[in-house]
């Protein structure tokens, strides 16, 4: 893609502003009120680009947004209230906006995936413990829960896909009718890229990108060991969660001199943009993923794009991604060598822009409101 509009560009820039202002008044009557939990934003991820994406492009499409506070807002006044995962500070909310006959509309930003439980549980017991609720849950979808009540409470539930759809259905029995897919999004910008900041700050060379933070799920110890192992430059955008300090310093360890560690950037910073432009080779090595927000950037930007197969991605890339497993280094391995050989397949940023930008994700949700809501 070509021809970036430059006003475009600006108003990406801006999402720390656009949530001060939207946590502020006064707002509009019948405004659509927006929560996550309260430790959302202290760790940003792909949740949180959700949030403020789809609250911009509903604002695009005129409908109000506000972002909920429990000091100084009043569910009454909500035309409905919106809530970015599950929690158990959204289910008071919820049962609270259905005494008050206001709508509720959950995008639950979840999957279950008992590989993911069995492999990153620290000890035996909570192993067992993990594989056990797990296993409880599958067997019993009526098995109370805080969670299933959360879905049952829902007017309509928003998953990203239609495999996070069937899974929440098939564990917490909820009717199938009352889910409406609304695929994760990516904003055109990402296909406006140039490699050109990067090979300023940074330098011109191929490389494999990561992007996203340093934790055990993400696995990215696992990238750093394959693209080592190959001899391939590997690029990390991103942080350590509070609680993961030393896995970081055991990646910063193994990846020695052959990684080139960024640190954490706001998701539209003008190198993040341009890292995308400038890789060879995105990858994503996940114990699962829906699809993650990167990927998506990634493939808009041109990059061939490897990926977990735990998930929803075969969902959102079919055949024009290259699947590893994060349990399979020879597999990793193979796809990074793959990837780095032939390039991007060429549909893949085509197919995302035309199937996940967050426009069309703000028509479908504003869609909702009114079924919901009017």
Aim: some cysteine; proline content about 7%; overall charge positive.
């Amino acid at each position: 893609m070509s021809g970036r509009p430059t006003e475009a560009a600006d108003s990406e820039l801006t999402a720390a502003a656009w949530l001060a202002s939207r946590s502020q008044g006064p707002f509009p009557a019948g405004s659509v009120y927006f929560h996550a939990p309260c430790s959302a934003f202290q760790s940003p991820g792909g949740g949180e680009n959700q949030l403020v994406q789809t609250g911009r492009g509903l604002e695009a499409l005129d409908v109000p947004v506000r972002l909920f506070s429990g000091w100084t807002d009043r569910i009454p006044q909500a035309r409905a209230l919106h809530l970015f995962g599950m929690s158990r500070e959204g289910l008071e909310l919820a049962t609270i906006a259905k005494s008050q006959r206001v709508p509720v509309v959950v995008s639950p930003i979840c999957w279950y995936e008992p590989r993911a439980l069995w492999a990153l549980e620290p000890t035996a017991r909570r192993k067992l413990a993990a594989m056990g609720g797990w296993s409880i849950r599958r067997a019993a979808p009526v098995w109370p829960s805080w969670r299933r009540t959360l879905l049952h409470l829902a007017d309509r539930i928003l998953p990203n896909s239609t495999a996070e759809a069937d899974q929440l259905a098939r564990l917490f029995g909820v009717d199938r009718a009352r889910f409406t897919v609304t695929p994760n999004g990516v904003s055109p910008a990402f296909g406006w890229a140039s490699p050109k900041v990067f090979h300023e700050q940074i330098g011109d060379f191929d490389f494999v990108l990561f992007v996203g933070r340093i934790e055990p799920r993400k696995n990215p110890l696992g990238l750093i060991r394959a693209a080592r192992s190959l001899g391939l430059p590997l690029v990390v955008v991103g942080d350590a969660p509070s609680r993961f300090e030393e896995y970081e310093r055991l990646c910063r360890r193994e990846g020695g001199d052959r990684v080139v560690w960024i640190g954490g950037r706001e998701h539209h910073d003008p190198l993040l943009i341009s890292a995308y432009a400038a890789a060879r080779v995105f990858a994503l090595c996940s114990w699962f993923e829906t699809p993650g927000l990167a990927a998506l950037e990634a493939a808009l930007a041109g990059a061939a794009v490897v990926v977990t197969p735990f998930g929803s991605t075969r969902e959102y890339f079919g055949g024009q991604a290259i699947y590893a497993r994060p349990n399979r280094p020879r597999e990793i391995n193979a796809a990074l060598a793959r990837a780095w050989r032939e390039g991007p397949s060429s549909g893949l940023a085509a197919h995302i822009a035309s199937n996940y930008l967050w426009d069309q994700v703000a028509r479908t949700t504003a869609e909702v409101y009114e079924q919901v809501a009017d």
